[in-house]
């Protein structure tokens, strides 16, 4: 059986003991009813990796030997999404499936057309919300990553970021029915980073697709059906696998970590 993976940072150096309390430790003792002498990876989200064995199993805390440590790299190129606002019951979803399908940021956009307003304090919710729904999902997936989620951004601070990502030599391409590019004519394999961008269920208004692409993005059709905005970046990161070396390369090994 895989070993189960929990996060804990920072990570403790090899012979010494890690402590699982709090959130984490109540899932591991009291939810999971992880006991002495079993094994637990736990990772630091930032690709930090130790293999321990329980040596102690209390009411919501572990404590754990660490046998050895190791760092997984980055997946390159790396990814990250512009996720315009979805309605309440999609929100959480889009940055779960995005999360469980290797995103390496998350950027909640207040865009045009979006129905949710997140507005003053909401605005801090939401993006401590979709933070646990990223680490909650990373857990699921045994991602030694967690993806970050930053803070709400204007439609000006997207144009911002996009102008960035291109002039660091990245793509970025957004996410549009109406777009005559199609998805895999992009030259993703050699670059370093690629930006998707995704519009709200009203899609995308026609003057932030020109604003955006004025500063170097690539309006693309993913593929032939319209998909909703709570699943475009994880079919999106699947086609990015395929056509990069994201999925090439070699996945931690879970049954024999080292």
């Known amino acids: 059986m895989a070993a189960t993976v929990f996060y804990l940072d920072p990570l403790p150096d090899v012979g010494g003991t890690a402590v699982l309390d709090g959130k984490e430790g109540h899932h591991a003792a009291t939810v999971r009813r992880i006991r002495v002498g079993e094994r637990i990876l736990l990772s630091d989200g930032r690709g930090g990796i130790a293999d321990t064995v329980v040596t102690s199993a209390e009411k919501n805390r572990l404590e754990m030997a660490v046998n050895t ?46 129905v949710a307003r997140w507005e003053g304090a909401k605005a801090n919710k939401g993006v401590a919300r979709w933070q646990a729904v990223a680490t909650a999902a990373a857990k699921q997936s045994r991602r030694p990553f967690v993806p970050r989620v930053a803070d709400l951004h204007s439609t000006a601070a997207v144009v911002d970021l996009v102008r960035g990502v291109v002039e660091r030599g990245g793509v970025v391409a957004v996410l549009h029915e109406s777009a005559s590019v199609e998805f895999a004519s992009l030259p993703l394999r050699d670059v370093p980073e690629i930006l998707l961008v995704v519009g709200p269920e009203g899609g995308l208004d026609d003057s932030e697709v020109a604003k955006l692409t004025v500063v170097g993005a690539t309006p693309v059709m993913l593929g032939p059906n319209v998909l909703r905005t709570s699943t475009a970046a994880a079919v999106a990161l699947g086609a990015i696998g395929v056509l990069t070396r994201r ?3 070699a996945p931690l090994d879970f049954q024999d970590a080292r």
């Open 69 to 114: 440590r190791s760092d997984v790299p980055p997946a390159s190129p790396s990814v990250g999404l512009v996720q315009a606002l979805p309605k309440a019951d999609r929100s959480e979803l889009a940055v779960e499936l995005a999360t469980e399908a290797g995103i390496d940021t998350v950027v909640p956009w207040q865009s045009a057309r979006c």
């Open 247 to 249: 999925w090439a390369e």
